[in-house]
């Protein structure tokens, strides 16, 4: 399982410059490599000290960490839900993923001319919003025509979509995003095949000057105050300091670089994390002389579910999972130390499985 982000952002915000950080792994973790799929879809290691904790332990032949694939969205300007500037293929991207990263400029540099003229992040979210509203209208009143039919012949499950289609037609209509009409979990179901772009989790990263870094400015208090109604995150990043940190050659001058401008970290790293957090996703390990790997399932999952992660022949035979917790791990040093101790739990199918669970699952087929 892995995770696809959209960036989005209008032209000079800022986003080439996070993807770029982004697409830098140095910036994330010195040993895992880098690699492109596509010109503007990168894959990126979730930064994850686990990992390379256990990797200190075990020794094996390969880490192997969790990833998150990172697609650059270009195109988005006024008129892109009619196919104004690559408006149609663009939006089609952000269609595919499961989360957006909408990047808003939050500085002042009379060097980087802004679209609009003017330094207003609301606006520019608020640009953005409107055009993904609008392709997400097109998308329900298209359904709409084929649902109305169903529901007038006395279609019950018809007849609710219809219902719940004019819910979501009246509150887009008002300029608001889909994410923020309140529904239950089988609402959602009835129209989740649609993929409403205004309905994915969205991550607001407001785009500062270095001087910002740390604890943000006027701008960026706009935006919070903006987007409290939704369910959304707000990261600040400096992305133009971030990117001359990733250029630098060791990670220890990195962390030094970072430390002198007064963060722990990178704020590249947060946003994986935080991405991870906003889709209820979480991470449980195997272990092993051949590999240590990060796995990324859904918060909640029971066993046979968290083993179908790996191959869907460990969910259909899933007999037991052996489980380390990972603090245990980490006191005793190794798999055999933690079974002498005791420390080894054997857990059935109705097993939740924690995030940093080391797991090994016995199946037949």
Not at 18 to 46: D, K, W
Not at 199 to 227: F, L, T
Not at 288 to 309: C, D, F, I, N, S
Request: aromatic share 8%; net charge negative; proline share 3%.
């Amino acid at each position: 399982m892995s995770l696809q982000c959209g960036i989005v952002g209008l032209p000079n915000v800022g986003k080439s410059t996070l993807f770029n950080c982004l697409s830098n792994a140095r910036a994330q973790a010195a040993n895992f490599p880098f690699c492109t799929i596509e010109p503007n879809v990168g894959v990126i290691t979730v930064p994850d000290e686990r990992l390379n904790k256990l990797a200190e332990f075990v020794k094996p032949d390969r880490i192997v960490p969790a990833v998150v694939e990172i697609v650059d969205i270009a195109g988005l300007v006024k008129g892109a839900s009619k196919g104004e500037g690559l408006g149609n293929k663009f939006l089609g991207n952000i269609r595919n993923t499961d989360a957006i990263i909408h990047v808003l400029r939050c500085f002042e540099d009379e060097n980087v001319t802004h679209v609009d003229g003017s330094v207003d992040p609301v606006r520019d979210k608020e640009i953005i919003d409107t055009e993904l509203q609008l392709k997400d209208l097109e998308t329900i009143e298209t359904r709409l025509i084929k649902t109305s039919k169903a529901a007038k012949v006395g279609d019950k499950d018809a007849k609710k979509e219809y219902e719940l289609l004019l819910l979501y037609k009246n509150h887009l209509e008002k300029g608001l995003s889909a994410r923020t009409l309140a529904l239950d979990e089988k609402e959602k179901a009835l129209v989740a095949d649609m993929y409403l772009l205004t309905n994915k989790p969205v991550i607001y990263v407001c785009n500062v000057d270095e001087s910002a870094a740390v604890s943000g400015n006027k701008y960026v208090d706009m935006v919070r105050e903006a987007v409290k109604a939704e369910n959304a995150e707000v990261l600040v990043v400096a992305a133009a300091t971030e990117a001359d940190i990733s250029e630098l050659e060791t990670y220890e001058e990195r962390k030094m670089f970072l430390s002198d401008i007064g963060l722990d970290e990178p704020g590249v790293n947060k946003l994986i994390r935080m991405s991870y957090h906003l889709l209820n996703l979480e991470t449980y390990f195997t272990a092993g002389k051949v590999e240590v790997r990060a796995w990324t399932y859904h918060k909640g999952m029971l066993a046979p579910q968290a083993a179908g992660v790996i191959h869907s022949d460990f969910e259909k035979g899933f007999i037991r999972a052996e489980v380390i917790k990972y603090v245990d791990y980490i006191k005793y040093g190794s798999e055999a130390a933690c079974r002498e101790a005791g420390k080894i739990a054997i857990e059935g199918k109705e097993y939740v499985v924690q995030d940093g669970d080391i797991m090994h699952f016995r199946f037949n087929v």
